[in-house]
């Protein structure tokens, strides 16, 4: 039984030496099982267009090198079989450099700005070595797995070229150079934590400005979820003294202060708290949706109105809060 499908392969080509706007191209092909997306880069290139670019070293998963975008998700080329996507998005399928907006040639982008990031966070353990230790430093098993699977990244770029909030502001670090200031910061050989902790605070630049979308989470192909290791970061901060206080900030701990004072969200009281009374009113049309929701009422928020009611057995929560709270916020 024949098991090749036939499929069209809508591909982004571009060369910045010689293209003004980059265009697309349809390669046809029968794809079989065990094919994989490098695969079908590879056939384009030697069975229809020689002069297609992309990136491939390993084909192991281990490099990076082959990430690329099909039909908007990333994908590690040489591990993701290509008639699962097929499946997926059916028999046309989208092939794009991760980034289009920074190809130089077809798949291949320059990936400058992400470098740039992850350069400055230093990701090396800083530390004084003597010239002749003698003696290894080590790590006890529980120190290692500290790390979160956070050493395994490959540097693909996956996540960070996925990231939403990149897209919005390019100064913000991106996931993968904030998993790499997490995986140096609980390193105990390392000395610089609290250096890259104060750089990860900054408005604009770090943890803060992640508006915890997951889509991180979803592109890398290592299953190292960065947004764990961003949330690591917020209570790191919280912990070693470096959180600034600002509205992120206070919007974190207007969450935990409304669960101590009712055991629900008040969602009005958060916004107050986090921005206060003068910021609140940005918010006026948000909060009128809200209203006619039944989320707030026209009262929330007011400091003399307590209109807000408490569970149940409230001192059991506030004594979990307690217990469970690893910082003072």
């Not at 080329?77 to 399928?93: D, I, M, P, R, S």
């Not at 966070?121 to 699977?149: C, G, H, M, W």
């Not at 991106?174 to 250096?195: K, Q």
Request: with cysteine; hydrophobic share 35%.
């Amino acid at each position: 039984m024949n098991q090749n499908k036939k499929i069209t392969l809508k591909t982004f080509r571009f060369n910045a030496e010689t293209d003004y706007l980059p265009y697309y191209k349809l390669y046809e092909m029968e794809v079989g099982k065990d094919e994989l997306v490098l695969d079908l880069l590879n056939r384009i290139k030697w069975e229809h267009d020689g002069s297609f670019s992309y990136r491939r070293s390993c084909r192991h998963g281990i490099c990076g090198a082959c990430a690329i975008k099909v039909n908007g998700k990333a994908t590690l080329a040489c591990k993701q079989n290509a008639l699962e996507l097929v499946e997926l998005f059916g028999n046309e399928l989208l092939i794009e450099p991760q980034s289009t907006k920074r190809a130089v040639k077809d798949m291949i982008i320059d990936k400058k700005d992400f470098w740039e990031k992850h350069a400055a966070v230093k990701p090396y353990v800083v530390a004084e070595v003597e010239a002749r230790p003698e003696a290894e430093t080590k790590q006890s098993i529980e120190e290692f797995n500290n790390f979160l699977d956070s050493d395994l990244c490959i540097q693909c770029g996956a996540c960070h070229y996925s990231c939403p909030a990149l897209e919005a502001n390019e100064d913000y670090l991106g996931p993968a150079a904030l998993n790499a200031a997490y995986r140096f910061t609980v390193d105990t050989r390392d000395e610089a934590g609290n250096e890259r902790l104060e750089l990860t605070a900054k408005s604009g630049v770090g943890v803060w400005d992640c508006v915890k979308c997951y889509e991180c989470a979803e592109a890398c192909p290592k299953e190292i979820n960065p947004i764990e290791k961003i949330t690591k970061l917020h209570n790191l901060q919280f912990e070693k003294g470096v959180a600034v206080p600002n509205v992120a900030t206070r919007h974190a701990e207007g969450f935990v202060r409304s669960i101590k004072k009712y055991g629900f969200l008040d969602e009005a009281d958060i916004v107050v708290y986090s921005e206060g009374y003068l910021g609140m009113y940005k918010h006026v049309g948000t909060a009128i949706k809200m209203m006619k929701a039944g989320k707030i009422h026209w009262h929330s928020g007011v400091p003399f109105i307590d209109s807000v009611p408490k569970i149940k057995n409230l001192d059991e929560v506030q004594k979990l809060i307690e217990i469970s709270m690893t910082n003072k916020l």
